[in-house]
């Protein structure tokens, strides 16, 4: 039996992402759980949207409920702030909190507290807390809220001015050097013994909304796998964490930020065949691990997707086959529209093939489903019909069914004869359940 992982918070990109890689294991289940309403809806089987926010005094009694209720063994923090809390209170909590020590948890949520953990390392910035600690050719400064993530509250500062008022705000800021170089971020993984066993660097080629949207493996490791060494020594982590690095103006390697948590694109380390959540609670339940990270390079890149949840149910669906299932004139099997069908299969839903195959490409249609890798029986019915019938004088909607056509002419027909949904294959990415 499976078991049961809460994801909290799911509602943010990290956390759809270590819900989507944990969806097809054999031994853990997701539950994507938040305090509000958010897209995990849409890419998990359980989805929990009404837990207290953290630092509301009911959270952590109204987490054990939900715990019992759902016999969840795990929890993945997503969130900076939802790692201190979780870690801070794990004696209270009953299940197991796959993050580092709550000292690390805290530590690595205030970058103050960070920069003095590893002060000394030649890869930590220079850090201003006095005006007369900036001389004329320090400008710029950079300026960060002391438990933002990403690019959260930062400011270029240009000269002293700008410095005092940081410096006399109420908000708590960290001033820094400058750094005006390449971005990185490396993931890395430790084990309970303590031991590194992946680490992966990569190059931040492109940032949205303080998420990597492009990323790419580096060349030569070495420089990296040297400060994360240091970093190490001094700071207690396990399972999977990250570290975020920017060149300064001379080139070199400097400390932005270190997190408990999975970082936006971690993903990328995906790629080398390492599925970074699996590994975490593998660990977390007491089991040796290894890694096996395959040997190239990688470029990964984000955008938006959509997502849809409609607001009708059917349990049969009539399908056309050429330019439908097929494509490329005939020459190759449409994939997406295979893969949707097959979905409708492990639901149960009958599937019936309109087809005027013979009459409109001159070859049988097994012959051709055959050549192209077509299986007869992934279709509860093959209707064959010539030029002189109409498909949807053999649409029954005795069951609630849709129809699935690249034909414009013939959805219209069906849509005005029977009155039920009808789709072109291009919108086939509106039907497919991401769950």
Known sequence: MKRNVLVFSAAQYPGIQVCRWLHDSMLFHPIAAASFSNHSRFIAEDYIDNLPFVLETSFVDTLNVIIKERKIEFIIPTDDTIAVVLTENMAKIKAQIVCSPYETAKLCRYKSLTYEALRGLSFVPKV????????????????????????????????????????ESDKKMVLCEYLPGEEYTVDCFTNRNGALLFMNPRRRVRIQYGVSVRAESVDDPTEFIDIIQQIKERIT???????????????????????????????????????????????????????????????????????????????????????????????AVHAP???????????????????????????????????????????????????DQEKYQVVN????????????????????????????VAHIECLFDWR
């Open 128 to 167: 201003y807390t006095q005006l007369n600690d900036a001389q004329y050719n320090d400008f710029p400064l950079f300026a960060k809220l002391d438990n933002s993530q990403g690019s959260q509250g930062t400011k270029k500062i240009e000269n002293r001015d700008e410095m005092k008022n940081i410096l």
């Open 237 to 331: 982590f396990r399972g999977y964490w990250f570290v975020q690095l920017k060149r300064d103006k001379n080139g070199n390697l400097k400390l932005m930020e270190l997190c408990t948590r999975f970082s936006g694109t971690f993903a990328h380390s995906q790629g080398y065949g390492v599925n970074l959540p699996v590994l975490a609670l593998c660990d977390f339940a007491g089991m040796d691990v290894s890694v096996i990270k395959n040997n190239y390079k990688i470029i990964s890149d984000k955008s938006f997707i959509d997502r849809y949840q409609l607001d009708f149910e059917y349990s049969r669906i009539y399908v056309d086959y050429d330019d439908t299932i097929t494509s490329c004139g005939g020459d």
């Open 337 to 387: 529209m295979m893969a949707y069908l097959y979905q409708c299969k492990n639901k149960g839903y009958e599937i019936i093939l309109l087809t005027r195959h013979f009459y409109s490409k001159g070859s049988k249609l097994l012959d051709d489903m055959k050549r192209l890798a077509i299986p007869s029986y992934l279709f509860d019915q093959i209707i064959e019909l010539s030029w």
């Open 397 to 424: 909607t005795e069951k609630l069914s849709i129809f699935i056509d690249n034909s414009f002419t013939e959805r219209k027909k069906v849509a005005e004869r029977h009155k039920i949904p009808v789709f072109d």
